[in-house]
């Protein structure tokens, strides 16, 4: 599963929970860093999939201060990769 963050300058931290009925993960990205597809790492299996994208907090500097302007969640969009 692949998910698209289309702005590094969203400046989010997110987490994105993925359930395939009883198996849920949780993986947290920071946009800020990120843009392009990203493939969170995980097996699922095929049918049902649930992705939820939560605003975690603003994404912090390289010297782990607060971004300034950074408290927004970039759209997602999602990509199921069966092979």
Not at 44 to 58: D, E, G, K
């Amino acid at each position: 599963m692949r998910v698209w963050v289309p702005d590094e300058h969203a400046g989010a931290r997110v987490a994105y929970t993925v359930s395939d009925g009883p198996q849920v993960q949780t993986f947290q990205l920071s946009q800020e860093t990120t843009n392009g597809w990203y493939a969170l790492p995980g097996a699922f299996s095929a049918s049902p999939l649930t992705l939820r994208m939560t605003y975690l907090r603003p994404s912090t500097t390289a010297s782990g201060g607060p971004c300034q302007a950074c408290d927004a969640m970039a759209a997602a969009q999602v990509r199921f990769d069966f092979g």
